[in-house]
């Protein structure tokens, strides 16, 4: 079997570069450091493809490492669901840990620093520090603070360690220089007070790592080789390789490397954002079908395989740009052609009688079964028998009483094929007392068994159906975009500003076929010519819309 093809970009070639000068002794290691603050979304989609895939293109590892530097807005749920959306996209950790884990080390390592003048005790509040950092041109103030001994920080650091003193009151920063062209290496901040419990080390710490100060040196103590993050790291990358450079690594230091965040039209993936949604109600939980959040996109039915060929076709590169959610979604159509099954299914009902239809001795309708294939893009998939009987639903915009121009479906006098059953004729309808169709009767030909006439006539429209006294109940939820903006907040600056209204509605009167019974819960089917629908995680005969059929992307391509 042919080695898989490693793609070329600027992480591998600096990994084949790596290789080529023995820089790690050949050994490829990457990490995946979200913060479990929240639910990954279809952002950290891209990022577990690039750590997790990169690794697996050079036979290499990828760990997973919580950064949990931040204990009030922390918690072991948001762990636990990392862990398992990491899986269910297709990747297995080399291991799990946490920033937590080094917490000793990376203040005996703080210490060390101190004790080489290289850090010091800022009294200043975060609003002085802030303001006295300067800006682009300009240089900051060194801090009054800035000068203290030695011996003066190295107590006042262990009476911040002990809890003497309230959150805000000092802060351990590194020493560096206050007037440097990167705004990240103006004295950064390493540790802050925050007498706050912590889901895995209780109250054992009160002060608490910044990102800055844990990341790099955690990427050290696990071997890390190649620690690959989004763009918006770039500038923090002198101050990652400052860190290591004061510290006596006994072997090569991690080198970091950024690649472009994917962002996609009429979504947003703020965390502030989305926690919003969900506190104000405007979405059912981070798992509602309409949140980027890859539970929401797993209960919509959107199958790991796509979202991994989608971040791996997206590339790794260097420039951000803002893909259209539609290119998305024809990799999720593509996959779904491949693997879904079929049935039919009814979302707005109709009633359709067929005069003439036969009935058994004592007066009961007979009911045919006809062998339907499961899937015409895998034999293996089989077939299934449906039911036919002649009461049926079909979808009310199948039928006009008065059709439009270029209408080929069901009408007044129009012949048309029921799905692999009968060729049926409109006669008459049947309305209620407000004027609305609630019945069309038709007359069928009993020759054309199969959708196939005997004369070899042809018609221009062929409709599903389900057998009404078959058919099952069932709830659809159908969706629209959550935001109505293509780049959401682009107009006001507030993205929730456009809010679509309408982005979901509920069909609590669809008509399924009988078989969907005993379909998975998460199972995705194609309802034919309406689309791909998940079946709901928990509630029964619940189905929410994954895709259309009608490949918007392609469109799209063409007009361009």
């Known amino acids: 079997m042919s080695e898989p093809v490693v793609p070329s970009n600027f992480i591998t070639d600096a990994i084949r570069r790596d290789n080529e000068a023995g820089t790690y002794g050949g ?7 979200p913060e479990p603050n929240g639910y990954l979304h279809i952002g950290h989609a891209k990022a577990v493809v690039v750590d997790f895939g990169t690794a697996q293109d050079f036979g290499g590892s990828c760990m997973l490492r919580l950064d949990d530097t931040n204990p009030e807005t922390e918690e ?39 004790e080489k003048g290289l850090a010091y005790v800022d009294d200043q509040d975060g609003e002085t520090i802030s303001a006295t950092r300067g800006s682009f041109g300009v240089p900051g103030t060194n801090s009054p603070f800035r000068d203290r001994s030695v011996a003066e920080n190295l107590d006042l650091f262990a009476r911040m360690r002990s809890g003497e003193f309230p959150d805000g009151a000092r802060v351990l920063r590194a020493k560096i220089d ?8 103006r004295d950064p901040v390493m540790y802050r007070i925050r007498n706050a419990h912590h889901h895995r080390t209780g109250d054992r710490w009160c002060i608490y790592p910044t990102y800055d100060w844990a990341h790099g040196q955690s990427d050290a103590f696990e071997g890390v080789t190649h620690s690959i993050c989004t763009l918006e790291f770039e500038s923090h990358r002198p101050l990652y390789d400052w860190f290591l450079a004061q510290l006596d690594l006994e072997t090569a230091p991690p080198r970091q490397y950024e690649f472009a965040r994917l962002e996609l039209t009429h979504t947003v993936t703020s965390k502030r954002r989305l926690k919003k949604l969900v506190a104000d109600g405007v979405v059912d939980g981070w798992d509602d079908p309409r949140m980027p959040t890859i539970r929401g996109l797993r209960r919509r039915g959107y199958p790991a395989a796509a979202l991994r060929a989608f971040c791996r076709e997206v590339g790794t590169t260097r420039t951000n740009s803002r893909k259209a959610i539609e290119e998305l979604e024809s990799y999720v159509r593509r996959e779904l052609n491949a693997t879904a099954q079929r049935r039919m299914a009814v979302l707005r009902p109709l009633r359709v009688v067929l005069d003439g239809w036969p009935t058994n001795a004592d007066g009961t309708p007979v009911v045919e079964w006809f062998d339907v294939v499961n899937n015409p893009e895998d034999e293996a998939d089989g077939t299934r028998r449906v039911p036919f009987t002649g009461e049926l639903w079909i979808e009310q915009d199948d039928f006009r009483e008065v059709p439009p121009p270029k209408y080929f479906r069901l009408s007044p006098g129009r012949e048309v094929r029921l799905r692999g059953a009968y060729l049926v004729t409109a006669q008459e309808v049947v309305k209620d007392a407000a004027g609305d169709i609630v019945e069309v009767r038709c007359s069928y030909d009993p020759e054309s068994r199969g959708g196939t006439p005997t004369d070899g006539r042809k018609v221009k429209s062929t409709m599903h159906w389900v057998s009404a006294p078959h058919a099952l109940d069932a709830t659809v939820a159908l969706y629209d975009r959550l935001f109505t903006a293509e780049a959401p907040g682009e107009r006001t600056g507030e993205a929730l500003d456009d809010l679509n209204p309408n982005s979901r509605e509920l069909l609590t009167n669809a008509k399924v076929e009988p078989s969907l019974e005993h379909a998975r819960p998460g199972q995705v089917v194609q309802f034919e010519r309406l689309g791909y629908f998940a079946v709901d995680d928990e509630v029964p005969m619940t189905f929410h819309r994954t895709v259309g059929l009608k490949d918007e992307w392609a469109s ?4 361009s």
């Open 76 to 114: 072991e749920e948001y762990v636990d669901s990392i862990i398992e959306d990491i899986r269910w996209l297709g990747y297995e950790p080399a291991d799990v840990r946490h920033a937590s884990d080094y917490f000793d080390q990376l203040h005996d390592w703080a210490v060390l620093l101190i």
């Open 178 to 185: 206050m007037a440097h062209e990167n705004m990240q290496l």
């Open 27 to 33: 050994r490829v290691q990457t990490r995946f450091p």
């Open 556 to 559: 799209i391509q063409k007009r």
